[in-house]
C-alpha cells in the first residue's frame, strides 16, 4: 500500500458536474465533508470560518433536501444566505435568467447556487457571471451534490470503491442523480448496473461503461449498494410505464428482491420517496437503508463545497 500526497484546490472553481470532475477533487471533497460532519454533531453548529461571505440560493424548481442543506451550510460556516425561489422572484415579470443573474451579481455575492429545469443552465450562468457557481441540479443533466453525497455515505459504510457493485433502479432516463452517480462512481473504482424499463432507459448509455439489465433482479444480485431512484409519476400520463402497480411488481424493491443483494447491501435513495411504489416500507425503513444519514451527510458535502470554493484546497492522501 502506498500513500500519494498532492495539492488540490478548488477554489474559485464553479461546481458543474461530475463528469469533468477529477479523482484527486473528489478525494478532497469527500475528506473535508467528513471533518464538516464533526461540526454538525456539535451542541453549536456554528463556526466563523465564512464570515464576510454571501451565498444566493436561486431556485427555479421546488426543493425540500438541496436548498435546506445549502441553506444550513452555509449559516453553519457563517456565511450570509439568501433564498431566491421562482414564485418571489422577478421571474414572473418576465424577467430573464441572464438579467436575474446579473442582478444578484451586481449584490456582490460571492456564491450561486443554482437550480433549474433546463440542461446546462449551470454552465450558461456560469459563463455569464462572475460569482462561483454550484450545480443544484439542471434538468436531467446532473446533480453533482447529490452524486457527492451518495458517495460520501458510501464510502461511511464500505470504506472504498475499488470493485463495488452499485445497482441504480428506476428512472434512469429522466434522472440527473443517476448521470451524477455513474460519472462519479466509476471514477472511483465501482461497478454500476443500471435496471428500469426500457423506456426510462437512455439510448446507448452502455457507451458510459454500465451494465444494462432488462430485470432488475440481475442489477441486484450480489450488488453492494442499491441506490432507488425516485419515479416520477407525471411520467405515467405520457405512458412511459403502464401503471404503478405494474411498476411496483416488476421493478419495485421489496424485502424479497434486496435478498438477491449481498446481506450488508446499502440502501439509498434521493428522496422524496415514493412508497410502495419503487421503495417498499420495510426496505425504506430497515437495518440496510441509509436513506436518513444521507440527509446528513448531504449537509456535510455541501458545507465541504462551500468552504472549498471559497478558501480554496489542502494536502490529500489518495491511498492506492
Given amino acids: 500500500m502506498s500513500v500519494a500526497r498532492s495539492q488540490v484546490s478548488l477554489r474559485g472553481k464553479d461546481i458543474l458536474g461530475l463528469q469533468h470532475m477529477t479523482v484527486p477533487e473528489i478525494q478532497l471533497v469527500l475528506n473535508t465533508a467528513q471533518e464538516m460532519k464533526g461540526i454538525i454533531r456539535r451542541d453549536i453548529k456554528k463556526v466563523p470560518t465564512l464570515r464576510g461571505k454571501s451565498i444566493i440560493n436561486l431556485f427555479f424548481?421546488?426543493?425540500?433536501?438541496?436548498?435546506?442543506?445549502?441553506?444550513?451550510?452555509?449559516?453553519y460556516l457563517g456565511a450570509d444566505v439568501?433564498?431566491?425561489?421562482?414564485?418571489?422572484?422577478?421571474?414572473?415579470?418576465?424577467?430573464?435568467?441572464?438579467?436575474?443573474?446579473?442582478?444578484?451579481?451586481?449584490m456582490g455575492v460571492d456564491i450561486?447556487?443554482?437550480?433549474?429545469?433546463?440542461?446546462?443552465?449551470?454552465?450558461?450562468?456560469?459563463?455569464?457571471v462572475s460569482p462561483v457557481i454550484i450545480n443544484a441540479g439542471d434538468g436531467a443533466h446532473e446533480h453533482p451534490t447529490q452524486g457527492l453525497l451518495d458517495m460520501f455515505t458510501i464510502l461511511q459504510k464500505k470504506s472504498g470503491f475499488a470493485s463495488l457493485k452499485v445497482a441504480?433502479?428506476?428512472?434512469i432516463l429522466h434522472s440527473r442523480v443517476a448521470r451524477?452517480?455513474?460519472?462519479?462512481?466509476?471514477k472511483m473504482g465501482a461497478e454500476i448496473h443500471l435496471a428500469g424499463p426500457q423506456t426510462l432507459m437512455p439510448?446507448?448509455?452502455?457507451?458510459?461503461g454500465v451494465y444494462v439489465h432488462n430485470r432488475v433482479e440481475d442489477a441486484l444480485e450480489g450488488a453492494d449498494v442499491v441506490n432507488i431512484l425516485r419515479i416520477q409519476r407525471e411520467r405515467q400520463q405520457k405512458g412511459l410505464f403502464?401503471?404503478?402497480?405494474?411498476?411496483?411488481?416488476?421493478?419495485?424493491?421489496?424485502?424479497?428482491r434486496l435478498a438477491l443483494a449481498k446481506p450488508d447491501a446499502l440502501v439509498m435513495h434521493p428522496g422524496p420517496m415514493n412508497r410502495?411504489?419503487?421503495i417498499a416500507p420495510d426496505v425504506a425503513y430497515s437495518e440496510q437503508s441509509a436513506i436518513q444519514e444521507q440527509v446528513q451527510n448531504g449537509l456535510a458535502v455541501r458545507m465541504a463545497l462551500l468552504f472549498l470554493v471559497l478558501m480554496g484546497g489542502k494536502e490529500i492522501e489518495a491511498i492506492n
Avoid at 61 to 75: D, I, N, V
Avoid at 168 to 171: A, K, P, S, T, Y
Wanted: net charge negative; proline share 2%; aromatic share 6%.
Fill in 203 to 208: 439510448r446507448d448509455i452502455e457507451k458510459t
Fill in 242 to 256: 403502464p401503471s404503478a402497480r405494474e411498476y411496483a411488481r416488476i421493478f419495485g424493491i421489496n424485502k424479497d
Fill in 276 to 278: 410502495g411504489l419503487e
Fill in 112 to 128: 450561486i447556487v443554482m437550480r433549474h429545469e433546463a440542461e446546462g443552465a449551470a454552465q450558461y450562468a456560469s459563463k455569464a
Fill in 61 to 75: 424548481e421546488p426543493s425540500t433536501r438541496t436548498r435546506t442543506s445549502f441553506e444550513l451550510a452555509g449559516k
Fill in 168 to 171: 441504480i433502479v428506476g428512472d
Fill in 82 to 106: 439568501v433564498n431566491i425561489t421562482t414564485s418571489a422572484s422577478s421571474v414572473v415579470k418576465g424577467e430573464s435568467l441572464r438579467d436575474t443573474l446579473m442582478t444578484v451579481e451586481a
Fill in 180 to 186: 451524477s452517480n455513474i460519472w462519479g462512481l466509476q
